[in-house]
C-alpha cells in the first residue's frame, strides 16, 4: 500500500494530534486490548481487510506492469508488486500469529474488493497509474486514521504495512510528463480520478457497515473509536488529501 510522498499526509497529522490524547485501547498492547472480544474481532477484521488490499495491490501492479510502455517502467512496477506482498505477509503472518486464520479473516473482503477492481479496471496505462495512486492513497488514508485508535502493537504493524513503495512519486512523475506533452489528457485523467475517488468512499462505507465490529468500532461502540460526527470529519480530511494529490498530478480534483 502505497501513499503520497508529495502532499502532507492529513491522516498522519491526525495521527500526530491523537496521539498524546487518546488512552484506553491506543495506550495498551495487544496482549491486554485482545482481552475485549468485541476489540479482538474489529482488529481481525480491519487486518484481513488490509490483507485481501495488499493482496489485490499486487495483483494488480503486476498485471498493470503489462500495460508499461518500456522495459523500465515494467520492471519499477514488478518491483513494487513485490513490496505489496511482503506487505500482505507480513499481515498474513500477524493474523496467524494470534491464532486467526489468515483465509477466513480475508474472505469477507475478497467480492467487494474484486468488485471495486472491476468496476475501475484501467483502459491504459496511464489510468493504471492513477488508480494505483488516487485508489491506494484513499485506502492508506483510511487506515491511518483508524490505526490511531488501535493497540500499540496492531498499530505499528499497520502503520508499517502502509509504507510508501515508491509508487506515488513514480505515477506523479508519469502522469505530470504525460500531460504535459498533451494537455488534452488531463481532462479524462480528471474524471477518471473523481470516479476512483466516489467508487473507494462507497466502497469502504458498504465493507464497514457489513462487519458489525468494524463499524462499532469506528462510531465509538469499542473502546476508543470514533464518534458520527468525527466519522465525517474523518472523511473531509480523506476528501482532502484527495484534492492535494490530484493537484500534485496536475489535475483539477
Known amino acids: 500500500m502505497e501513499t503520497s510522498d508529495t502532499t ?5 497529522a491526525a495521527d500526530d494530534d491523537s496521539s498524546g490524547e487518546t488512552g484506553g485501547i491506543a495506550a495498551q498492547d ?16 480491519l487486518l ?51 491464532d486467526e486464520d489468515p483465509t477466513e479473516a480475508m474472505r469477507p473482503f475478497a467480492k467487494p474488493l474484486d468488485e471495486f477492481h472491476r468496476q475501475t479496471a484501467p483502459s491504459d496505462w496511464l489510468e493504471g497509474l492513477i488508480k494505483a495512486y488516487v485508489g491506494d492513497s484513499i485506502a492508506s488514508d483510511f487506515y491511518r486514521e483508524v490505526a490511531v485508535r488501535l493497540d500499540s502493537d496492531t498499530r505499528a504493524l499497520v502503520l508499517g ?16 510528463a504525460a500531460i504535459e506533452a498533451d494537455p488534452r489528457v488531463g481532462g479524462r485523467l480528471a ?10 468512499l462507497s466502497q ?4 464497514v457497515a457489513d462487519r458489525d ?5 469506528l462510531v465509538g461502540g469499542v473502546a476508543d473509536g470514533f464518534d458520527l460526527a468525527e466519522v465525517g470529519r474523518m472523511f473531509s480530511r480523506i476528501t482532502e488529501a484527495h484534492t492535494k494529490r490530484m493537484a500534485a498530478l496536475g489535475l483539477a480534483a
Open 191 to 200: 474524471l477518471w480520478a473523481r470516479r476512483l475517488m466516489g467508487e473507494a
Open 30 to 45: 495487544w496482549a491486554e486490548a485482545s482481552a475485549d472480544p468485541q476489540y479482538r474481532a474489529a482488529v481481525v477484521d
Open 213 to 217: 465490529a468494524l463499524s462499532t468500532m
Open 161 to 176: 504495512v502502509l509504507d510508501d513503495t515508491g509508487h506515488s512519486s513514480f505515477a506523479v512523475e508519469k502522469v505530470r
Open 48 to 98: 484481513g481487510a488490509l490483507a485481501y488490499g495488499e493482496l489485490a495491490a499486487f495483483e494488480r501492479l503486476a498485471e498493470d506492469a503489462k500495460l508499461a510502455p518500456s522495459l523500465a517502467d515494467k520492471a519499477q512496477l514488478a518491483s513494487m508488486a513485490s513490496a505489496e506482498f511482503q506487505h500482505f505477509d507480513r499481515l498474513r503472518e500477524r493474523l496467524a500469529d494470534i
Open 8 to 12: 502532507p499526509d492529513t491522516a498522519a
Open 204 to 207: 469502504a462505507q458498504r465493507v
